[in-house]
């Protein structure tokens, strides 16, 4: 996600309005539902931050929440860009797992088709 907050802050530089508006936001219904005055500003945010409608209301609400939270200097750029890489090396740990699980069981599946193909007799006397 702070990899996400970062790209979002790079995008808003060149939109002091919308920065202004996330900065001050703390409205009922938080930013997925707001209130209808907002709703221009809230369509802009999403064709420039969510193009392509992939968030979800929690995730479009943590983005928004961390856009503030750097706006208003709760954390930091560099805060972010740390746990970022955090992110990241855990995401290739992560990764690295999956592939050693996946490998371990196309292995598996391969005994199995061996054993599969192997006469019943031949099994019980190994």
């Known amino acids: ?3 996400a907050i970062i790209k979002a802050l790079d995008l808003l530089v060149e939109y002091p309005d919308l920065q202004e ?3 001050d936001f ?19 945010l999403d064709n420039l931050l969510d193009p392509h ?16 939270a750097v706006l208003t200097g709760v954390v930091t750029r560099e805060q972010l ?4 890489a955090e992110e990241e090396e855990h995401m290739n740990l992560m990764r690295e797992k999956n592939d050693e699980l996946r490998k371990a069981r196309r292995q598996a599946e391969e005994q199995a088709e061996e054993q599969a193909e192997v006469p019943i007799e ?3 006397k190994r």
Do not use: T
């Open 53 to 68: 409608g992939c968030h979800s209301g929690g995730s479009w609400g943590c983005l928004m929440r961390g856009i503030q």
């Open 81 to 84: 860009l740390v746990r970022a």
């Open 1 to 3: 996600m702070c990899s």
């Open 122 to 124: 031949e099994q019980v």
């Open 21 to 23: 508006y996330i900065k």
């Open 26 to 44: 703390n409205r009922p219904g938080g930013f997925m539902f707001a209130p209808e005055p907002d709703k221009q500003l809230q369509a802009r």
